[in-house]
């Protein structure tokens, strides 16, 4: 598997994190970690334009298997009736050798 990662930047988290909605500024107008860092069992709030906000919680990472889960946890896009929406992130090669590509797992917790 040729997939390499993005190295953490040594500059400011939320210099990081606001990046992202300057790239899609239609999807998200605040990013920020309210506890920890990234890490598992850190929390991320986003201020989004669908979405008055939401709260993530980082589940797990592992950078060796490029896989990323993280669970919303709280805010609008649980409509008041789930505890939480789970989401499983891993890139993956295409068995013929083409491009890598993600696959999404989603698991909803009523």
Do not use: W
Request: hydrophobic content about 35%; glycine content about 6%; charged content about 30%.
């Amino acid at each position: 598997m040729n997939l390499r990662l993005l190295q953490q930047s040594h500059r400011p988290r939320c210099s990081r994190l606001n990046l992202i909605p300057k790239i899609v500024p239609q999807a998200f107008k605040c990013v920020e970690y309210i506890e920890g860092n990234g890490e598992p069992g850190s929390i991320k709030k986003e201020a989004e334009s669908q979405f008055n906000y939401m709260k993530q919680k980082v589940e797990a990472l592992d950078k060796e298997n490029f896989v990323y889960i993280y669970s919303v946890i709280e805010g609008d896009a649980l409509m008041n009736k789930l505890e939480k929406i789970t989401y499983e992130t891993k890139l993956e090669d295409y068995p013929d050798g083409g491009d890598p590509y993600a696959r999404l797992l989603v698991s909803i917790t009523p």
